[in-house]
Nanobody, 124 residues
Framework: QVQLVESGGGLVQAGGSLRLSCAAS????????MAWFRQAPGKEREFVAG????????YKTDSVKGRFTISRDNAKNTVYLQMNSLKPDDTAVYYC?????????????????WGQGTQVTVSS
């Protein structure tokens, strides 16, 4: 069993930055591919960024390339999402996700664990 707890969300003006963190319980964090998804009001949850268990491989959706960076620290059992140049369209609840043994997590199918989500609101 893995528990994921997100933090770092909040209200920020357009053009600003936030760093989300996802702390994982358990001793096998380094065996999990990790990802961030988001869900805006009235929309389906969508993939944002993913990182393999070793940190060597990352994927990002096109809309965040050049602005968001995903990283992980296996010694701290934590995955991060650095978000720069935020736009109002980035407003959503951001969820951390874990999939055992995955090189990359970029779809909801196969995700083993979800966090509870953290709200990010970008004002114009």
């Amino acid at each position: 069993q893995v528990q994921l707890v997100e933090s770092g969300g909040g209200l920020v003006q357009a053009g600003g930055s936030l760093r989300l963190s996802c702390a994982a319980s358990g001793r096998t964090f380094s065996s999990y591919g990790m990802a961030w998804f988001r869900q805006a009001p009235g929309k389906e949850r969508e993939f944002v960024a993913g990182i393999g268990w070793s940190g060597a491989t990352t994927y990002k959706t096109d809309s965040v390339k050049g602005r968001f960076t995903i990283s992980r620290d296996n010694a701290k059992n934590t995955v991060y999402l650095q978000m720069n140049s935020l736009k109002p369209d980035d407003t959503a609840v951001y969820y951390c996700a874990a999939q055992y043994g995955a090189v990359v997590v970029n779809t909801e199918a196969g995700v083993d664990y979800w966090g509870q989500g953290t709200q990010v609101t970008v004002s114009s």
